[in-house]
């Protein structure tokens, strides 16, 4: 067996009894079909029958060199053993646990698509593209060359342009501009998991490094100029950076008016939301729903109202 790599499973920090934690999450394994578990004293094998590997699962009471937490259940794994590690994942999700990347510090996203490169092989010549632009592969897409990367000065993650990307290793020279190798998507790891487990997270480099907005629209409406009067449902959420994730704000801001009239737009909505005092974070993005409901005016005309999820930076009080 190959050298072994850790991840923690935790949902937020140490745990209060990590030995009793430990057999509870052992004995949940045991009743799924993806894995075979044998227990031996205080340490347990789990047999992944997706990946034909085996990994295993401990305690640990006290914190070592490489965590700052105590109380810990270590998940140990073969390098390049993604598959294992993604059906673990996904499994104690189911019991309200994550995998925590202790080396890198951060949770493993929920979408089961995307690999912590961390725990694959990297081959030598995408490396070595990856240095030329100052950057460190982070994530992949499974089968595909969508990359995210962080920048070695700023801790920025970034967007591969996958298509240059391709194009370079074909080549023996790697050459080209670092703006037109990557965007920066999240300012750094903690709010990537965040925003990529919301799904506002891109994967299209060019329509990226074009957009001037964090808007996401998926309403179909028109929100630069709009046609008509519009009716906005807000729904505030506050980046949480110990969970690594983003919850429904218990606030509520005072506006005057959830009304974007006639030839306005949602920028202008946001940026008087943006520049009140209510909230201490800046806007980091914006998603408006699918769906449109309707209300009438005074006159009986059908006024459209949208749902905008709104999602802030850490709230300090």
Known sequence: MSDLINYFISNEGSLDNASLEFDKL?????????????????????????????????????ATSDSIFNNQIVYSCEQNDWQSTKSLNKAIKEYGYRLFNP????????????TDLYNTI????????????????LFKYENSLVYYAQDIKNKSVNLVNRHLLEF???????????????????DDIPRFIALFDRGLIPISFYK??????????????????????????P?????????QAFRNSPKTPFIKENLIPKGGSIK?????????????????????GHDIAFETDRQKNPIPRITVSIFLDEQND
């Open 26 to 62: 052992v004995n949940y394994l045991s009743t799924l079909e993806n894995f075979r578990v044998q227990i031996d004293n205080q340490k347990a094998s789990l047999f992944c029958f997706e990946s034909g590997k085996q990994s295993f699962l401990a305690f640990r009471e006290k």
């Open 168 to 186: 370079l290793l074909s080549q023996e020279e790697i050459f080209g501009r670092k703006e037109d190798f990557s965007v920066k998507v999240a």
């Open 122 to 137: 990297v081959e030598e010549k995408l490396k070595k593209i990856f240095r030329k632009f100052g950057l460190v592969p």
């Open 235 to 243: 729904v505030f959420f506050e980046f949480v950076p110990s969970k």
């Open 268 to 288: 202008d909505y946001l940026k008087a939301i943006n520049e009140g005092s209510f909230f201490k974070g800046k806007i980091i993005s914006v998603k408006v």
């Open 103 to 114: 080396a890198l510090g951060f949770f493993l996203t929920n979408n089961e698509n995307l």
């Open 208 to 233: 990226t490094a074009s957009s001037k907005s964090n808007v996401i629209n998926l309403s179909g409406i028109d929100l630069e100029e709009t046609k008509e009067k519009i009716i906005v449902t």
